[in-house]
């Protein structure tokens, strides 16, 4: 079992992005709008926002860990906004905004006039006197000074399965989404804690992964968790739908250690390289292969593979039926190839991979 423990702060990095990528959307339709036709240079006549003086309040808690809010205020800035004063208070110092605003969760912002650009953020909820930002800020402090928002994560690993998908990569993906994590901490499947952990949530996969309660504040996961995992009485996420490859704890084995086959061709000098495609399958599907083997078409196994599956195009892969294990590819191999009766799945739509190949007589 191993720990380790997250201790610098969120920099607002989630919040700041969907602050410019909101202003810049607006920007970018406003652009489309002014051109007729592919090709042609657009003709835009710049307006000047109609906005009152903006004066900004950044009340923030005594809690390291809680969201920056000043560095909201300075994306709004680089976004073209301006203030004519920004304010910095404390929660004691700041009694009557508090009471006006109705705000129950710091940090917050309150900015005073108006800006119709403000009105297109949706962080941003707008009242009589100007604009507040609070509840969409995580981790916060309550008016208590209870912090919400800081999560703990148990990541169960299994120790047999090192080539099994890497559960850092998704708890760099909810880091990147703006959660903090308290605490962060490994334990093997197979020792006394995992084992009571996966039979307490009749867990089937590993690796896996268990979000404490906190992880309910990020409005992202309260969306979108239920279709990778579930939400369970005592109010912990737990991972279920875990990538492959991952140990199947039901069947005792391993699901999408895959086995990849290449076919390539010597005499197409001008053919894509075979990493060309194969990287596509390792880097955007995400999958792990046991084994690689690769053969010419003019070689006696290359000539039975494109004999057996009417093979037409090279440089092409095959994946034995571990692929079918790997939810990218059972969404799209429609429109990538063919799934043989024997299991094998035989790429054969490479325009739809950008690369150049070579067509084969069908024999």
Known sequence: MSAKKMQSPWTTLHVLLVVLIVIATLANVILSFYVSRAGEEPVIDIVPSESSSLRATVIQPFCDQC?????????????????????????????SLIEEFSIEKLPAIVIEG????????????????????????????????????????LVLEDENCPECFDTQRLLSQLELNGMVFSAIETIESSSADGQRLLDHYNITRTPSLILSNDASEYEFIRAGWQSIGSVESDGKYVLRDTPAPYVDREEKTVRGLATMIILTDET???????????????????????????????????????????????????????AQYYQGIQ?????????????????????????????????
């Open 67 to 95: 969201v920056n809010a000043s560095e909201i205020v300075q994306a709004l800035e680089l976004a073209g906004l301006v203030f004519e004063e920004v304010e910095y208070k404390t929660q004691a110092q700041a009694v």
């Open 114 to 153: 108006a800006d119709p650009r403000l009105d297109q953020i949706p962080l941003f909820v707008k009242s009589d006197s100007g604009y507040v930002l609070s509840d969409s800020l995580v981790p916060y402090s309550n008016l208590d000074g209870e912090v919400f928002g800081l999560v703990t994560a």
């Open 268 to 322: 197409c000098e001008t053919c894509s390289d075979t990493s060309a495609v194969t990287s596509i399958f390792e880097d955007n599907f995400g999958m792990v292969f046991l084994s690689q083997v690769s053969y010419d078409v003019s070689s006696p196994d290359g000539q039975r593979l494109m004999s057996r599956y009417a093979i037409n195009v090279t440089p092409t892969v095959l994946f034995n039926k571990e």
């Open 331 to 363: 969404a799209t191999w429609s429109d990538l190839g063919t799934v043989e009766n024997d299991g094998m799945y035989v790429l054969r739509n490479l325009d739809a991979l950008n690369v150049v190949y070579k067509t084969h007589e069908v024999s």
